[in-house]
């Protein structure tokens, strides 16, 4: 974990290697991501200002980290950005990594999942979901 200025952490876990992970010949720090489902999610809060909602929130998406077929994820806050392009109005992001689409599917329907959304819907105003493929 790395501390930021703002005193929240940015959270980034990886569980295992895949074949699907793999170097890029750019430079060693840089890591390609072949035939891989990315799953990222926006979370605006009800309640902007409530550091205890958003740690609410940030621990549920810790507890929902556990589930097997999420092989990488991220929970992030906006970056102190400033560009008009930029739209950093979001609480929290929560990036997942998946091998394929039917882990995703089966992510979708996980009971952590559910219990996530049964636990901590109450604390959102607003969720933004972006699935990707690789081009």
């Given at each position: 974990?790395?501390?930021?200025?703002?005193?929240?952490?940015?959270?980034?876990?990886?569980?295992?290697?895949?074949?699907?992970?793999?170097?890029?010949?750019?430079?060693?720090?840089?890591?390609?991501?072949?035939?891989?489902?990315?799953?990222?999610?926006?979370?605006?809060?009800?309640?902007?200002?409530?550091?205890?909602?958003?740690?609410?929130?940030?621990?549920?998406?810790?507890?929902?980290?556990?589930?097997?077929?999420?092989k990488m994820y991220h929970i992030g806050v906006p970056a102190p950005t400033d560009?008009?392009?930029?739209?950093?109005?979001?609480?929290?992001?929560?990036?997942?990594?998946?091998?394929?689409?039917?882990?995703?599917?089966?992510?979708?329907?996980?009971?952590?999942?559910?219990?996530?959304?049964?636990?901590?819907?109450?604390?959102?105003?607003?969720?933004?979901?972006?699935?990707?493929?690789?081009?």
């Amino acid at each position: 974990m790395l501390p930021r200025k703002s005193g929240w952490v940015f959270r980034i876990g990886c569980k295992r290697p895949a074949d699907n992970f793999v170097p890029s010949p750019l430079n060693q720090f840089t890591m390609e991501l072949k035939n891989t489902f990315i799953h990222h999610v926006y979370f605006w809060l009800k309640n902007p200002e409530s550091k205890e909602d958003l740690q609410k929130l940030v621990d549920g998406l810790e507890a929902l980290a556990s589930v097997e077929e999420i092989k990488m994820y991220h929970i992030g806050v906006p970056a102190p950005t400033d560009r008009e392009v930029i739209d950093n109005t979001y609480a929290v992001s929560w990036l997942n990594i998946f091998e394929t689409s039917e882990d995703h599917d089966t992510y979708q329907v996980h009971p952590k999942h559910l219990k996530f959304i049964s636990d901590c819907s109450s604390l959102w105003s607003k969720v933004k979901v972006y699935d990707s493929l690789q081009h």
